[in-house]
């Protein structure tokens, strides 16, 4: 019987399941998001109309809670109704996203006056609530939008938002930025429009789970980034698809073997990487720049961009790197490592230092 079953027919009937699957999910949580939001609204509303607004609140939230626990279950705790309350607070007044999220479900909405609605459609929901619930805790309102874009664009799980937050990859890539491209981090997430944009300094690799006393080689290090090579496209960033390891290449005769080969759409360009566990030295840069130029000349389309080169060490010196370089560089860049997270108030302060 499953010889005469036509296999792209059940292949295209597994498809439309699993994407109508996943549509309903993504519906019901929108739906959901946009309840929670309305509920916050009429508590506050409910709550403003009270002399003394504190203690008033405190009173509704707990009669409340205890009236819909009965009748829907734990959901509606007195934590979560403050959660609600808290967020119809936050976006309300949240800047507009995208235009492309400006519809809503009617149903939720039918009872609602053309003010409030008009206020309801100010904030544009995209994410889950569990994303939500995270991201209040963010105190800078431009931070926490910066990751609420790149949550929804890279299609982070609740898990990575928080991996990417703990890692501090919003004040990793301000370090490198004026104070008008931060702002346009929170506007517009992490553009990349030019091979500087896809760099960090430095790289958190917490995830490959070398403690930072253990004596290991360079092989070890690319290996393990190996098998872990998800986690490590997802700190590399947007857009990188990977090509080869140990990437033969000969030139007069030598043989030459590139560390790892990675291919960004974006920039229509490939990203050579090559792994130092020490500190870089100017033949490292040299031998990049051999890289670089045997990929332009030999490997690249025309219709390509220029190949990029990043040499990932565990110590960088800024001062040698620069005197190494041209300065009309652009292709060849090199960034520290580290396998732990980084102190996030101490990137901080470099932010506000450098600004």
């Known amino acids: 019987m499953s010889e005469l079953l036509n296999q792209n027919l059940f292949s295209d009937i597994k498809e439309l399941i699993n994407a109508s699957r996943n549509k309903i999910v993504q519906t019901v ?93 100010s904030a544009k929901f995209i994410l889950s609530w569990s994303h939500y619930v995270f991201l209040m805790r963010i105190d800078n309102p431009d931070e926490r939008r910066f990751y609420e874009i790149e949550a929804f664009e890279n299609n982070w799980s609740l898990r990575e938002l928080k991996r990417q937050f703990d890692s501090s990859l919003y004040e990793r890539l301000a370090l490198s930025r004026d104070k008008e491209s931060i702002k346009k981090l929170s506007e517009n997430g992490q553009l990349i429009e030019n091979p500087k944009d896809i760099i960090k300094d430095p790289y958190i690799l917490e995830f490959l789970g070398l403690p930072e006393n253990e004596r290991y080689s360079e092989g070890d290090l690319e290996n393990r980034i190996i098998s872990k090579l998800e986690h490590f496209l997802l700190e590399l960033g ?118």
């Open 238 to 355: 947007k857009g990188f698809t990977f090509v080869a390891r140990q990437k033969r290449i000969t030139y007069n005769e030598k043989h030459f073997f590139i560390d790892l080969v990675f291919y960004n759409r974006l920039l229509k360009a490939f990203v050579i990487i090559d792994l130092k566990i020490g500190e870089i030295k100017h033949q490292d840069l040299g031998q990049m720049q051999m890289y670089v130029n045997y990929y332009d000349r030999e490997v690249k389309l025309d219709d390509e961009n220029k190949t990029i080169g990043i040499i990932i060490c565990k110590q960088k010196d800024n001062a040698l790197v620069e005197m190494t370089l041209p300065e009309d560089n652009k292709q060849i860049f090199a960034s520290k490592y580290d396998l732990f997270l980084p102190d996030k108030q101490e990137l901080k302060k470099l932010i506000e230092e450098t600004e």
């Open 29 to 121: 949580n929108t739906t959901m998001v946009y309840t929670y939001f309305e509920i916050g609204r009429l508590i506050v509303e409910d709550i403003q109309k009270g002399e003394d607004r504190a203690s008033y609140g405190k009173q509704v939230l707990k009669l409340l809670s205890e009236e819909l626990v009965r009748e829907f279950g734990n959901g509606f705790s007195e934590r979560n109704l403050l959660r609600m309350k808290n967020f119809y607070q936050e976006y309300s007044i949240s800047p507009t996203l995208s235009s492309e999220f400006k519809t809503l479900n009617s149903s939720i909405h039918s009872r609602i006056s053309e003010n409030q609605k008009s206020q309801t459609l």
